[in-house]
């Protein structure tokens, strides 16, 4: 009795569309968090890189 309800409401659960677009960011943000670990330091070489470009051109606008 107990297991048939525990069945059916996980059914619904699943079948249920409105936590479907919850579901989708939870697995996007994972996704996005491990390719940020991944890449972690090729991300920080272009973040500097883009800094130290921009740098360099706003001192050249002041020069």
């Not at 919850?22 to 890189?49: G, H, N, Q």
Request: glycine share 6%.
């Amino acid at each position: 009795m107990m297991s048939s309800m525990i069945a059916e409401a996980a059914k619904s659960f699943w079948k249920d569309e409105e936590g479907l677009g919850t579901l989708e960011m939870i697995m996007i943000i994972a996704v996005l968090i491990a390719v940020v670990l991944v890449f972690r330091e090729e991300i920080v070489k272009v973040v500097k890189d883009l800094i130290a470009t921009a740098g360099g051109k706003s001192q050249e606008v002041f020069d």
